[in-house]
């Protein structure tokens, strides 16, 4: 079974950069979408990029669209998700994810996802 931990989180000023990467355990990373999740304390995880499988084809919320770019590295097997000009709402717990099925397209809605990394946290302030 699939197992994802993510690192990179920490503490930025406004306008900072963060790049935070996915690792696989247990299968082949490259095998699955992955989408990024980025939950604050009380609310529900909300999708802010995602890669394909199937034909690298990512999509982004419309919240860090020009800021966030996913990218994938298929001989280190690690996905990345870069962060710039990031501002406070960016605060919180960052989560990858995959599907259980390989080689798909990706989505920016939870429920399509059923792998869980634990997430590490993002803190933006000044």
């Known amino acids: 079974q699939l197992q994802l931990a993510e690192s990179g989180g920490g503490s930025v000023q406004p306008g900072g950069s963060l790049r935070l990467s996915c690792r696989g355990s247990g299968s082949i990373l490259d095998y699955y979408a992955i989408g990024w999740f980025h939950q604050v304390p009380g609310k529900e995880p909300e999708g802010v990029a995602c890669i394909s499988s199937a034909d690298e084809s990512t999509r982004y919320a419309d919240s860090v669209k020009g800021r966030f770019t996913v990218s994938r590295d298929k001989e280190q097997d690690v996905v990345y998700l870069q962060m710039d000009n990031l501002q406070p709402e960016d605060s919180g717990t960052y989560f990858c994810?995959?599907?259980?099925?390989?080689?798909?397209?990706?989505?920016?809605?939870?429920?399509?996802?059923?792998?869980w990394g634990p997430g590490t946290p993002v803190i933006v302030s000044a």
């Open positions: 994810t995959a599907p259980r099925d390989l080689f798909t397209l990706c989505w920016l809605w939870g429920r399509r996802y059923d792998y």
